[in-house]
């Protein structure tokens, strides 16, 4: 495994901690390391933490690669989505501590996971992709769909607006926000809940819940992948 990735394990808790430069840029090889410690969390039967660097989790998908070709960029988002997708059928617990910014696909994250825990501060969270010229995805539309609050879903889907991380809590993006002093102590009483779930019951009753999501957001996966341009 590269170093795009953080992994440390504690205490049947996994952290995955996102470690790719100033805006932690989602990039073909970062979501390659991810599902690689997805992999190894998988093995070791732990509760996943993902985070990243004091004031940022992800400004989402590395824009090089987005500007450098639509076969690129259909690539990315494809295995972005496929990712996204995996994390909300995770058998184990996934949680996101956000320690900053969570913009595009950082956003992303956050809906595609458990239990969302953000930090106080002038922060960004939202998807952005209309404000930036992108027409946003299928699979990026019915994951919004599935996990927004639904008076802000077309605020932030169709109209891009960004909300700080309180507001993130009404939108849906977090479950909770803390000062920044609590912010480790939250990720670890959290995360030690989660661990004491029966993770079996805990797997099959994501499947139940979230089946329509899923079968939903797999189509969708599949209608951005057959087309010419999103």
Do not use: W
Request: glycine share 8%; with cysteine.
């Amino acid at each position: 495994m590269t170093n795009l990735v953080g992994y440390q394990l504690n205490d049947k808790v996994a952290t995955l901690t996102l470690q790719n430069g100033k805006v932690n840029a989602i990039s073909p090889q970062l979501v390659v390391d991810f599902n690689e410690a997805l992999d190894r969390a998988e093995q070791d039967e732990a509760v996943v933490v993902i985070t990243g660097h004091p004031g940022m989790l992800s400004g989402g998908y590395d824009l090089n690669v987005m500007k450098s070709g639509i076969e690129n960029m259909k690539a990315l988002v494809s295995s972005g989505s496929q990712l996204t997708r995996r994390l909300l059928s995770f058998p184990f617990p996934v949680v996101v501590a956000c320690p900053g910014h969570a913009i595009a696909k950082g956003a992303f994250l956050l809906l595609a996971s458990d239990y969302r825990i953000g930090v106080e501060g002038e922060f960004k969270i939202g998807l952005n992709e209309v404000a930036i010229g992108m027409t946003m995805h299928s699979a990026g539309i019915e994951l919004a769909r599935g996990r927004l609050a639904p008076v802000f879903f077309n605020r932030s889907v169709i109209c891009a607006e960004m909300v700080d991380p309180k507001g993130a809590v009404k939108a849906g993006f977090l479950d909770m926000v803390v000062p920044a002093e609590a912010f480790e102590t939250t990720i670890a009483k959290v995360a030690g809940m989660l661990s004491q779930l029966n993770m079996k019951a805990h797997a099959q009753t994501k499947l139940k819940a979230r089946k329509e999501l899923l079968e939903t957001l797999d189509a969708a996966i599949e209608a951005d992948n057959n087309m010419v341009l999103f």
